[in-house]
């Protein structure tokens, strides 16, 4: 279901587990910071015309987290996979699962040329999870953070 501002509450209470934000900001986030964070990704970051923005999902009515495919900065033919999972639904193929979708939906719907993640290289899972779906690191930006990618082509190729 497509991620609104009545998601708050839920974004608030994942972005309160340190272990979750570990690799984010280091640290739990406040209520004021979440509010930040969802202003900036439901501004610029999102293109609900294109069929860029974020999502969530649940589980049994559970709330598992999100996944986006965000608006990169100059970046038109581009998407920003991103997803962030509450700790208890880690280690089940949810973050792989939604962000496998959102990966598909990127290419086949939105038209995007090129999905792009970025992570920390600290972060084993996420970097697992990029793999698996078929990303690439291509840079490191800077020391310790790096830069995974997937085109159109690697990804039908991945496909069939």
């Given at each position: ?140 930006p800077a020391p310790g953070v790096l830069t995974y990618a997937i085109t159109l ?8």
């Amino acid at each position: 279901m497509p991620a609104t501002l009545e998601h708050i509450d839920l974004f608030a209470e994942l972005n309160c587990d340190p272990d979750v934000m570990r690799y984010v900001t280091g640290r739990s986030s406040s209520r004021a910071e979440v509010e930040e964070e969802w202003s900036r990704r439901f501004g610029p970051r999102t293109d609900e015309s294109r069929g860029l923005g974020y999502w969530v999902g649940y589980s049994d009515a559970r709330f598992i987290g999100w996944w986006g495919l965000g608006v990169p900065t100059g970046q038109l033919d581009a998407g920003e996979l991103g997803f962030r999972i509450k700790s208890e639904h880690w280690r089940r193929g949810f973050g792989f699962e939604g962000a496998r979708c959102v990966i598909d939906h990127g290419f086949s719907t939105v038209g995007v040329r090129l999905i792009w993640a970025g992570t920390v290289a600290s972060n084993a899972a996420s970097r697992a999870t990029l793999t698996k779906l078929g990303l690439r690191c291509i840079d490191e930006p800077a020391p310790g953070v790096l830069t995974y990618a997937i085109t159109l082509q690697a990804w039908r190729a991945a496909m069939h």
